[in-house]
């Protein structure tokens, strides 16, 4: 049975208007959103990723899976915010988010508002991302189960008035699953997985790299705390992962995370693939999103 978007704040009940800042949505009143739920009520997805790009191009390359003919630009919904780009593509919005937690949390707070004033009916968030992997070739796209933040805990840590808060971090394996089956197919031409993420919030020092502005451990060290990366299960890197498990898991919202390896980092730390190659492996997680998003409008 489908269901509505439950936030976890009280405070918002009592709040007569709402100002989404950066996306630069006003609800004038609480108390009837017919206009926000007449734009955005239809949505059942929302994807995001870190570039404005790479979200206008998912939104164009929905297009035809959700049968949508249009062949003009997108437009970005969001651009008077000149923060963030919201593509909407017939139920589905395209965001970016930005790089690591910090941007994510931001727009994802908005969004998740959003759809709650909207109305909609049990929204499936998904990130579409890169990242590095551990131990599997490059442009495997991985589906995160667990996150793990930069302390190897599964869980999200977050000061909140001067205190440690601490949240779980997973994804619902239902979700997993479904975007594995119904995403993924054997003639592929890449892997697609299942399994755990670390989620930092440095590129460099955060992800275990020598190759930062700086940085004071050995190569040595360096491969042994990759190792005990994977000893947990963990195939892959990125930066969103702990935060976005979170905050959906807490507000009860279905979510994954999606995303590809752009390297192996037990080989190395620089990203020095085209950015040709790039785009390449950027289309791999849209091509399991969208079957899985196909399956989604079906069921
Ligand atoms: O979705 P993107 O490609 O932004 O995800 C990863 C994690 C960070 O945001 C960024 C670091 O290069 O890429
Ligand atoms: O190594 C990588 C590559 C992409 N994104 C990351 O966060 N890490």
């Known amino acids: 049975m489908l269901k509505g978007v439950n936030l976890k704040n009280p405070h918002l009940n009592k709040m007569p208007s709402d100002f989404l800042y950066h996306l630069n949505i006003n609800v004038p009143n609480t108390a009837d959103t017919s206009v926000i739920q007449k734009q955005f009520g239809d949505i059942v997805a929302v994807c995001a990723g870190g570039t404005s ?13 959700l049968g949508i003919k249009d062949n003009s630009e997108p437009v ?3 651009e008077s915010g000149q923060r963030y780009a919201v593509y909407k593509v017939g139920p589905v919005l395209c965001v970016s988010h930005g790089v690591g937690s910090s941007t994510f ?21 998904i990130r579409i991302g890169t ?24 869980e999200h840590e977050i000061p909140i008035l001067g205190k440690r808060v601490v949240r779980p971090a997973s994804f619902p394996d239902t979700l997993c699953q479904e975007i594995l089956k119904y995403g993924a197919k054997s003639d592929d031409g890449f892997n697609t997985i299942i399994a755990n993420t670390m989620s930092t919030d440095c590129f460099y020092e955060g992800q275990g790299r020598t190759d930062g502005a700086v940085c004071e451990y050995s190569d040595d060290e360096k491969m042994a705390f990759l190792k005990e990366c ?19 898991q807490k507000v009860g919202v279905r979510a994954a995370d999606v995303c590809v390896t ?8 620089q990203v020095s693939i085209t950015m040709h190659e790039k785009e390449t492996f950027e289309q791999r997680p849209f091509s399991i999103v969208g079957r899985y998003i196909q399956h989604l409008l079906l069921n």
Do not use: W
């Open 262 to 269: 752009l390297i192996n980092r037990l080989n190395g730390d």
């Open 230 to 248: 994977q000893k947990k299960g963990i195939c892959n890197i990125e930066m969103e992962a702990t935060m976005f498990a979170s905050l959906t």
């Open 76 to 78: 970005d919904l969001c």
């Open 53 to 65: 790009k790479r979200m206008r191009e998912l939104a164009i390359y929905l297009r035809p899976i």
């Open 131 to 154: 990242c590095g992997g551990v131990g599997v070739e490059p442009g495997t796209v991985v589906i995160t189960k667990d996150a793990y933040n930069g302390y190897l805990k599964n």
């Open 105 to 125: 949390s931001v727009v994802l707070h908005e969004l998740l508002k959003l759809v709650k004033y909207a109305k909609c009916q049990d929204p499936v968030f």
